[in-house]
């Protein structure tokens, strides 16, 4: 069965950086793009970066733009995102989540539980 | 920035029909997923493509598209279906997408 499961969160101070990852399971991560989706405390979903499955092909909302990177290692079927200058708003769970495979595949048919990232000094 | 606007809660007695509505100028060109989120939990994948359902999500979920706005319809609600439920689509800038706004499901 798919299995996502992230690490990586913990409460940091503005400014400063931190790594997420995401290890995959139960299918064959190289063939399917990924997605970071993140959720504010009381808030709804927020989709933050995509890669294809090769990593050749990325993307990121406005709101995190220049400061995080997606990316990915197939041969250790995981996902990571690097976070920089982080802010106050960007305190949130972080979900990964797998590309649906039914064409155009623009959507998310599994998450893991999430990580929970504290911005705050 | 490109928009889904959902109403924030809907209220429903067991055994009642649910209808969420998501609606977004650029729907009539996209497709629509539908989330549910229960409490603590991580979403959970209830319709893809519009009126697809995956395997394992009951037949009360379906889903239906009309212009600019879509619906989920949860028949014959039972007391699991309580949660939050948010629709999605492809953004239409670039490889981006988009969520709903939410909608909190209340069975009473």
């Known amino acids: 069965q798919v299995q996502l499961v992230e690490s990586g969160g913990g409460v940091v101070q503005p400014g400063r950086s931190l790594r997420l990852s995401c290890a995959a399971s139960?299918?064959?991560?190289?063939?399917?793009?990924m997605y970071w989706v993140r959720q504010g405390p009381g808030k709804g979903l927020e989709w933050v970066a995509f890669?294809?499955?090769?990593?050749?092909?990325?993307s990121y909302s406005d709101s995190v733009k220049g400061r995080f990177t997606i990316s990915r290692d197939n041969s250790k079927n995981t996902l990571h995102l690097q976070m920089n200058s982080l802010r106050a708003e960007d305190t949130a769970i972080y979900y990964c989540?797998?590309?649906?495979?039914?064409?155009?595949?623009?959507?998310?048919?599994?998450w893991g539980q999430g990580t929970l990232v504290t911005v705050s000094s | 920035s490109y928009e889904l606007t959902q109403p924030p809660s809907v209220s429903v007695s067991p055994g009642q029909t649910a209808r969420i509505t998501c609606s977004g100028d650029?729907?009539?060109?996209?497709?629509v997923y539908w989330y549910q989120q229960k409490a603590g939990q991580a979403p959970v994948l209830v319709i893809y493509?519009?009126?697809g359902r995956p395997s394992g999500i009951p037949d009360r979920f379906s889903g239906s598209s009309s212009g600019t706005t879509v619906t989920l319809t949860i028949s014959g609600v039972q007391a699991e279906d309580e949660a939050d439920y948010y629709c999605?689509?492809?953004?239409?800038?670039?490889?981006?997408?988009?969520f709903g706004t939410g909608t909190k499901v209340t069975v009473l």
């Open positions: 493509k519009d009126t």
């Open positions: 989540a797998k590309e649906g495979p039914v064409t155009p595949g623009d959507y998310f048919d599994y």
């Open positions: 139960g299918f064959i991560f190289s063939n399917f793009d």
């Open positions: 650029a729907l009539p060109n996209q497709y």
């Open positions: 890669i294809s499955y090769d990593g050749s092909d990325k």
């Open positions: 999605q689509s492809a953004g239409t800038s670039g490889t981006s997408y988009v």
